[in-house]
C-alpha cells in the first residue's frame, strides 16, 4: 500500500508538472521562446505567410533567414508583427506597383526645381535628353510604375546630368524602399553597426529594394531593439515614427503633466533644424522644471541626446519627471503612447496619421495570431 501511495504521488507530481509547462508556455506564447527548432519555425513563418502570395516558399525562406542572421527568435508575436507590417507597406510584394507614379514624380521634380531656384521649363528640357538606355528621362518617368524603376531614373540622372545633382543635391529622393519600405538611412546606420550578411552586389541602398535586404533591415527596424512596450501597437508606430517614439511621446505628456505647458506628443525629443543648440518645445518646458526637479540645462539636454536609445530611461531626468507628474496627477502614467503625428509625402494623398498606421497594422496583426 506504501509502494502504491509513492507511486500515486509521483505519477501526481508528474502530472502537475506537465500541466505547469503547459500552462506556463502557453501564457508565455505572445513574445515569449516558442518554436522547437528550425522545422517548427518554418512551419510558423509559412501559416504567417498569406496564400495565393506569389512564391510564397522564397517568402518563408528569406524571412526565416532575417530571423536567424538577426538572432531573433520566430514566436508567433514575432512572425506576425512582421507580417502585419508586410501586409500594410506591399502587401508582399517586392516592388510594389504605385498607382500615379509619374504624375507623383513630376510633382516632386517641380517642386525641387523651384526649391534650387532652377526654372521648371529649363528641368523639363533637360529631361527630355536621352538616358543610358536610349528612351528620354522624361518617357522612362512617364512609364515608371515601381519605386524601383524611378529609383534607377534618378540615380541615371543624378549621375549623368550636371543639374541632377543640384536638384537632388546629390541623393536619390526614394527613402523608403523594399517589402517593408524602410528608409534608407536607417539600413545604411544599421549595417555600419552589425554587418550585413549577404554579398553587396552594388550598395546597402539597393540592397533594402530585394526581398532579402529589405526583410532584414525591416525586421531590424521593428523588432531588433530592446523596448519594454506592453503591446505590439507600440512597436508598430516606431515603425513608422521612429524607434522609442512611443516611448518619447508618453515621456513628452509627462512634461505637459509636470509643467503645464502643452506639449504635442510627437517622439521628436529635439528639433530637427539646422540649430542643434536651440531648444525645442520639448526641451524648452522641461527647463521650467529644473529647479523643482534640481538638474541643469547640460543635464536635461543630455538627456534628450538619448532619445533614440533605452538609455534615456536610466536618466535622472526620465525619473525625476515621471515621479513629479505621477505626484500631481495622484496615479501612475503610461510609459508609451502613439505619437500624434500627421503623415506627408509625394505618396500620400489623404489625411493619415502615426495613430491610424498603428491601429491598422494591428488589426492585421490580431487577425494574423487569430490564424
Known sequence: MHRFLQARRAAAVALLAVVTCIAGCAGGRRGGVFTEGPAEAHRLIERSVPRGVTDRDGWVADLYAAFTALGIEPTPDTVCATAAVIEQESGFRVDPVVPGLPAIAWKEIDARAAHAGVPRVAVRALLQLPSSGGQSYGERIDAAKTEKDLSDIY????????????????????????PMQVQVTFAEQFAATKPYPYPVKNSIAEEVFTRRGGLYFGIAHLLSYPAGYDRYLYRFADFNAGQYASRNAAFQSAITSASGIAIVPDGALLPHDDDPNRPG?????????ATRLGLSDGAIRSALDQGRTRDLE??????RVFALAEQLQGKALPRAVVPRIELHGPKITRKLTTDWYANRVNERFDRCLRR
Open 155 to 178: 540615380e541615371d540622372f543624378i549621375g549623368t546630368v550636371p543639374l541632377g545633382r543640384r536638384l537632388f543635391a546629390d541623393r536619390n529622393p526614394i527613402r523608403t524602399r523594399g
Open 281 to 289: 518645445a520639448t526641451e524648452a518646458a522641461l527647463r521650467t522644471l
Open 314 to 319: 536610466k536618466t535622472t531626468t526620465y525619473a
